[in-house]
């Protein structure tokens, strides 16, 4: 039999050790968003973080993958091959930019991308807000906000 559930609901009465630790509950919120997400944004070819990265680079054009790197918590690898996956979706363009290097640009097609999954980020944003209620979206805001400022210095 397998000891692990297909779903991550609690059965038991006692509460587990890893309940009562924040990584764990982010982790675990973390997936069940992204459940969301996929379901909000079935019918694009974007993925979530396809989706930030082509708007990092619309926000930032000419950036280098390690530009776009130390904007975010992501490694330099993971966002050379998530841009790899926009430059084969040709919403992206790698340009020579003087003597900085390879600058990475949106393309004509990759704008339209980029304003389809900012409308479909929002619509997941709204999904969010709806399933949690006003207040309490409001207040998980406020703490991630703060808590990002702490973890990040």
Do not use: C, F
């Not at 991550?8 to 587990?16: F, G, H, I, N, V």
């Not at 776009?68 to 966002?79: G, H």
């Not at 003087?98 to 640009?105: K, L, Q």
């Amino acid at each position: 039999m397998d000891d692990h559930p297909t779903t991550l609901t609690q059965t038991d009465a006692e509460p587990r050790e890893w309940e009562e630790r924040v990584h764990h509950l982010m982790w675990e919120d973390y997936v069940r968003l992204q459940a969301i997400a996929e379901s909000e944004l079935a019918d694009s070819e974007l993925t979530l973080p396809l989706s930030g990265t082509l708007d990092m680079i619309g926000t930032w054009p000419g950036s280098t993958v390690a530009e776009l790197s130390r904007r975010t918590p992501k490694t330099q690898q993971a966002i050379s091959q998530l841009v790899a996956k926009l430059e084969q979706a040709g919403y992206v363009e790698r340009r020579v930019r003087g003597s900085r290097g390879v600058g990475i640009y949106v393309t004509e097609a990759g704008e339209r991308a980029r304003a389809e999954g900012n409308a479909l980020e929002e619509r997941l944003e709204d999904r969010i807000r709806e399933i949690l209620g006003d207040d309490l979206y409001a207040e998980l805001l406020s703490v991630l906000g703060r808590a990002r400022a702490r973890l990040a210095a």
